[in-house]
């Protein structure tokens, strides 16, 4: 438990410091806090529950847009902000951008869980590939649907609110980051204590043995609905915090980016190992680490050798990071492991 | 409890990964001045984003061989940083902010479509950053109020709108009706409201209205709607894929349509990729070799022509072209500006006013270009099957005349 502490209390230290130890790498850094948020959250459905999702990314879509337009449509007419060669321009004063920022990201984490309620009730009848196959169109079509919609900018994007002229030029950066930064604990700490209560265990009877845990008498639907909300309400957030940062918003590049974000969440979760507490944290890590630097250093061929990682991944890391830690120290993940009958079992293989 | 060492083990080893990383490069080294770039060289815009590089590498080469840029009496050097951005706005403003922040750069040249500078501007402009563009013509980015965004082409909206009001002429003063389909994307939406407003003015009605998802193959659709409607004017606008995709597709439904407008011909090089099927097409253009304008560095456009053949292997297109002439203004900001200033670089920036074998450069209080008018030109076939763009208007350039009507297919 000791130890537990030290390190929290290391990675929150390290958290508070990084942008004013590495005041240049403060987009990366937050980018990474936003990555894990989406992995751990992409976890609780895939990981835990067992239902490969593409789909996560629509709440992640549909947060971003849903903080901007708040923001905007607290103070300002949002039709006349986004549209197309608009001539007028509007400015938020800082406590506006603030206040509309806050409201926003509410609202980008509630309404993403509505739908995911609602859309889950019909769908997560749906197990296996058909499930992954009908959640890959959600991010697709989402992404068309709001391509199309004039009062979100439609194809010409949606520029976010400039952030307003308060403290250093480093502010934007700072304050991006420490809401990620906070939005990551939240998660994390959130995610930490579901695991460990009943629900957790229901997910996991879902993923192994759905029928079994039906006939158990668990009601799988409303856990998996349930399960589902959680996801999305923070993925919600990300997506709230991303479109802040990014300061525009395109609808297929940026939004519901299913070709990146979205099979990224998944890949990121399935690096660390999913099904765990800190796979997906290490997991995103590592893939943000190592997409910076090949982005550094293969310039050109990044995606090249973004591919090669994914094949070493499912050939010598099928289980993640961490699957691959457990079986190599099992006894470091608190397993008791009785040599002779280890023995036994290798030699009757 | 050893996992719990192994995590930390990483975290420190991510802090050692980050702090080596650290390398800053000034603006300007020994005696050279360092602009940073974000280009598309994936993604869907590779193709335009590799012209947009040419066209800067081609400039940087030729001003530096031509005695580099003197600012207070020393002679500098231009060199570029570039980046990947992968055509996504996303990783552009992540770029734009890594240029600035982590490789020092105190100046940008633009990445590659409208989408992209929307992402890059505001980062640019919070850091006081002087950048020109030559590639996001969207006329949005000039209404943002930016202070140090400036683009040295004629914004979107004005793309197509001579094709129209051409039309209506041709039409005896009458309104037309106009079919389109268009990108959802930044600088194609804005050709589309160009359009809108042209209508408008004219009193032309759209009968189709179409938009066409990113990443353009196919567009059957929209083409049987227009066999079905006949309209008078077909206007297609979707980069480099949507011309391609419009010309194939058309040729291969036997689409007949009087007048068919579009924009980057040339950058798909329709001429030489679908020959006589791509014959008659209008195009819209920021630039074509044959205008009559001129500067010390490339002569004219005839020549710059040639030069960029002979080092690229390809002609180039408009796109190449105005980036070329993103650096020529540059090099005439930093010398009227005496400095490396960011503050006056951007005041001599406002202040230009000169011609460059690309066209005149004067920018407008958004940061547009408001001296150079777009071209038309459609592509024109001999009998041998050879293709050529040729300018129809304005009259002033006009080195053929416009055919209007396009034939039938069944009389080609």
Redesign the interface.
């Given at each position: 438990m000791n130890k537990n502490i030290i390190l929290y209390a290391a990675i929150l230290i390290f958290g508070v410091a990084a942008p004013f130890v590495f005041p240049a790498f403060k987009v990366q850094l937050s980018i990474l806090c936003i990555l894990i948020i989406l992995a751990i959250t992409w976890n609780v459905q895939g990981g835990e529950m067992g239902y490969n999702t593409f789909g996560n990314i629509l709440f992640y879509g549909l947060g971003m847009y849903l903080c901007a337009s708040v923001q905007v449509g607290m103070f300002f007419p949002l039709a006349e902000w986004t549209e197309g060669g608009g001539e007028k321009t509007f400015v938020h004063t800082p406590a506006q951008f603030f206040q509309g920022f806050a409201v926003g990201l509410a609202v980008a984490a509630i309404v993403p869980a509505i739908v995911a309620g609602l859309i889950g009730y019909s769908i997560l009848g749906l197990r296996g590939h058909y499930f992954a196959i009908c959640t890959l169109g959600l991010g697709v079509a989402a992404g068309e649907i709001s391509g199309g919609i004039e009062i979100i900018g439609a194809g010409q994007g949606f520029t976010t609110p400039p952030f307003p002229k308060v403290g250093s030029l480093e502010a934007r950066g700072e304050f991006f980051y420490f809401c990620s930064f906070a939005v990551l604990i939240f998660t994390f700490l959130a995610v930490k204590a579901i695991y460990s209560t009943r629900f957790k265990l229901v997910l996991n009877a879902i993923r192994d043995n759905e029928d079994k845990a039906e006939a158990m008498g668990i009601q799988t639907m409303k856990y998996k609905i349930i399960g589902w909300m959680i996801s999305a309400f923070f993925c919600g957030l990300a997506g709230g915090i991303m479109g802040g940062l990014v300061g525009y918003i395109d609808s297929t590049d940026v939004a519901f980016d299913g070709r990146e974000m979205g099979v990224f969440m998944v890949l990121m979760a399935i690096l660390g190992g999913k099904g765990t507490l800190w796979g997906p944290v290490i997991g995103a890590t590592v893939f943000h680490i190592f997409k910076e630097g090949f982005w550094t250093f293969f310039l050109g061929w990044q995606y090249v050798a973004l591919g090669v990682l994914i094949v070493v991944i499912v050939i010598y890391f099928p289980e993640g990071i961490m699957g691959w830690l457990r079986e190599k120290y099992p006894e470091r993940f608190g397993e008791v492991v009785d040599e002779a009958d280890r023995k036994a079992q290798v030699e009757l293989k | 409890?050893?996992?719990?060492n192994?995590?930390?083990t990483?975290?420190s080893a991510?802090?050692i990964?980050?702090?080596t990383?650290?390398v800053?490069l000034a603006k300007v080294v020994g005696d050279k001045i360092i602009l940073g770039a974000a280009i598309s060289?994936?993604g869907k815009y590779s193709s335009n984003g590799v012209h947009t590089q040419n066209g800067y590498n081609m400039a940087v080469d030729r001003i530096n061989s031509m005695g580099g840029v003197k600012v207070g009496g020393k002679t500098y050097m231009f060199d570029i940083i570039?980046?990947?951005d992968?055509?996504?706005?996303?990783r552009a403003?992540?770029l734009a902010?890594?240029l600035i922040?982590?490789d020092g750069v105190e100046f940008m040249l633009g990445p590659y479509s409208s989408?992209l500078t929307?992402?890059i501007a505001?980062?640019t402009?919070?850091?006081g950053v002087p950048m020109v563009e030559a590639n996001g013509a969207?006329?949005?980015l000039f209404?943002?109020?930016y202070k140090y965004l400036f683009a040295v082409l004629a914004p979107a909206?004005l793309y197509l709108d001579v094709a129209i009001r051409t039309a209506v002429e041709l039409n005896g003063g009458k309104g037309v009706r106009i079919a389109q389909a268009?990108?959802?994307?930044?600088f194609?939406?804005?050709v589309r409201?160009g359009i809108l407003d042209a209508a408008k003015e004219t009193g032309s009605k759209i009968i189709i209205d179409d938009?066409l998802?990113?990443e353009l193959n196919d567009m059957a659709a929209t083409l049987a709607k227009v066999k079905a409607t006949k309209p008078d004017v077909l206007v297609v606008s979707g980069h480099t894929k949507g011309a391609l995709t419009a010309i194939r597709q058309i040729a291969e439904m036997k689409v007949d349509v009087p007048m068919l407008a579009m924009t980057h011909c040339d950058a798909a090089k329709l001429s030489k990729q679908h020959g006589a099927n791509s014959q008659y097409a209008l195009c819209a253009s920021q630039w074509h070799k044959t205008l009559t304008y001129k500067d010390d560095f490339f002569t004219d456009g005839m020549t710059y022509d040639a030069d960029f053949t002979k080092e690229f292997g390809y002609a180039p297109p408009y796109q190449a072209a105005e980036s070329s002439a993103a650096l020529l203004v540059f090099k005439d900001a930093f010398e009227r500006a005496g400095s490396f200033d960011q503050k006056k670089v951007r005041d001599a920036l406002a202040a230009t006013n000169m011609q460059t074998f690309y066209g005149n450069i004067k920018f407008a209080e958004g940061g547009q270009n408001v001296d150079k008018p777009m071209v038309l030109f459609q592509v024109m076939c001999d009998d041998a099957g050879k293709c050529e763009n040729k300018v129809v208007a304005p009259l002033k350039w006009a080195s053929a005349e416009l055919i209007h009507p396009i034939p039938k297919w069944s009389d080609r």
């Open positions: - | 409890m050893k996992i719990k192994i995590i930390i990483f975290v991510i802090a990964l980050f702090s990383s650290v800053s060289l994936t570039y980046y990947d992968e055509s996504n706005p996303k403003a992540q902010e890594r922040s982590q989408g929307k992402a505001p980062v402009e919070k850091y969207s006329r949005s209404t943002k109020g909206n268009f990108e959802q994307d930044a194609s939406q804005d409201l938009k998802p990113k």
